[in-house]
T-cell receptor, first 112, second 113 residues
Framework: NAGVTQTPKFQVLKTGQSMTLQCAQD?????MYWYRQDPGMGLRLIYY???????DKGEVPNGYNVSRLNKREFSLRLESAAPSQTSVYFC???????????FGQGTRLTVV | GQQLNQSPQSMFIQEGEDVSMNCTSS?????WLWYKQDPGEGPVLLIA?????ELTSNGRLTAQFGITRKDSFLNISASIPSDVGIYFC?????????????FGKGTLLTVNP
């Protein structure tokens, strides 16, 4: 059982480059989330999708866009990467918006 | 926005000792979750609490949902080296669109063999 799978695991970008972080879950969960984790800041919500076809901004959405491609997949796009977006990004999913979230292994992104 | 105060920030203990950490909030939560994160990995759910006053155990771990619904604690008994990691609390409010998880900043636990 793979759970939540994120790709890539590591990425280095130059300032201004774009990229998409991929996330897929095989647990038939309705809700999916993107978080970023920075030292001393804990986990902060970027965007979430309560159910297929819906997306909403979280705490720190600026500089990001998301797509809920289908029930399984939720992608995060950086259109023009900035050094401030250097972070570890986690995707998570939950049965619905009121249940516990399960996390992927993370994508470590460095923007130089 | 909602904030969780998690303490302590870090702990250094000897193997076999018991550990206690807690989270407090100025907001009322209807769910408390405790996660553990190993280096280079994503957070893994340890215990979920859904009812004020609830006390739940998972092996050597025990967590409680505070009566006021503004706090929660996690205890680890008889610590072992593999308990090393960062422990996060997370809370969720109820009603409307306020169902997003808010995370504490974590407690870094080091266990000396």
């Amino acid at each position: 059982n793979a759970g939540v799978t994120q790709t890539p695991k590591f990425q280095v970008l130059k300032t201004g480059q774009s990229m998409t972080l991929q996330c897929a879950q095989d647990m038939n969960h309705n809700s999916m989330y993107w978080y970023r984790q920075d030292p001393g800041m804990g986990l902060r919500l970027i965007y979430y999708s309560a159910s297929e076809g819906t997306t909403d901004k979280g705490e720190v959405p600026n500089g990001y866009n998301v797509s809920r491609l289908n029930k399984r997949e939720f992608s995060l796009r950086l259109e023009s990467a900035a050094p401030s977006q250097t972070s570890v990004y986690f995707c998570a999913s939950s049965v619905n918006r009121n249940t516990e979230a399960f996390f992927g292994q993370g994508t470590r992104l460095t923007v130089v | 926005g909602q904030q969780l105060n998690q303490s302590p920030q870090s702990m250094f203990i000897q193997e076999g000792e018991d550990v206690s950490m807690n989270c407090t909030s100025s907001s009322i939560f209807n769910t408390w979750l405790w996660y553990k994160q190993d280096p280079g990995e994503g957070p893994v759910l340890l215990i979920a609490l859904y009812k004020a006053g609830e006390l739940t155990s998972n092996g050597r771990l025990t967590a409680q949902f505070g009566i006021t619904r503004k706090d929660s604690f996690l205890n680890i008994s008889a610590s072992i080296p593999s308990d090393v990691g960062i422990y996060f609390c997370a809370g969720r409010t109820s009603g409307g669109s306020n169902y997003k998880l808010t995370f504490g900043k974590g407690t870094l636990l080091t266990v000396n063999p």
